[in-house]
Nanobody, 125 residues
Framework: QVQLVESGGGLVQAGDSLRLSCAAS????????KGWFRQAPGKEREFVAA????????YYADSVKGRFTISRDNAKNTVYLQMNSLKPEDTAVYYC??????????????????WGQGTQVTVSS
């Protein structure tokens, strides 16, 4: 059974930075793609960033491109989301997920088979 545990969320002011971490169990975690999604109250879950398992290719939502960076540490079974220049509209619960993803599927939540419980990020203006 794979478990994903997010951490690093919190309450910050606009312009601040946060780094989210997602630690995973399972020996084959590094061979899978990882993604970050977020969900604000009353809104659908939306894609934020992803990194493929094989090549480490990264993808970003237009709304976070240039501000957020996804990275991974395979030795630690951990994926990170560095968030800079945070805006109030970034406020949401952030989820990490694991899946077999490609350039065709990274946006699709159905491509991910394991999800964390989420961590709250609140950005005040």
């Amino acid at each position: 059974q794979v478990q994903l545990v997010e951490s690093g969320g919190g309450l910050v002011q606009a312009g601040d930075s946060l780094r989210l971490s997602c630690a995973a169990s399972g020996r084959t975690f590094s061979s899978y793609g990882k993604g970050w999604f977020r969900q604000a109250p009353g809104k659908e879950r939306e894609f934020v960033a992803a990194i493929t398992g094989s090549t480490g290719t990264t993808y970003y939502a237009d709304s976070v491109k240039g501000r957020f960076t996804i990275s991974r540490d395979n030795a630690k079974n951990t994926v990170y989301l560095q968030m800079n220049s945070l805006k109030p509209e970034d406020t949401a619960v952030y989820y990490c997920a694991r899946g077999t993803i490609s350039w065709r599927t990274y946006l699709d939540t159905r491509a991910y088979d394991y999800w964390g419980q989420g961590t709250q990020v609140t950005v005040s203006s």
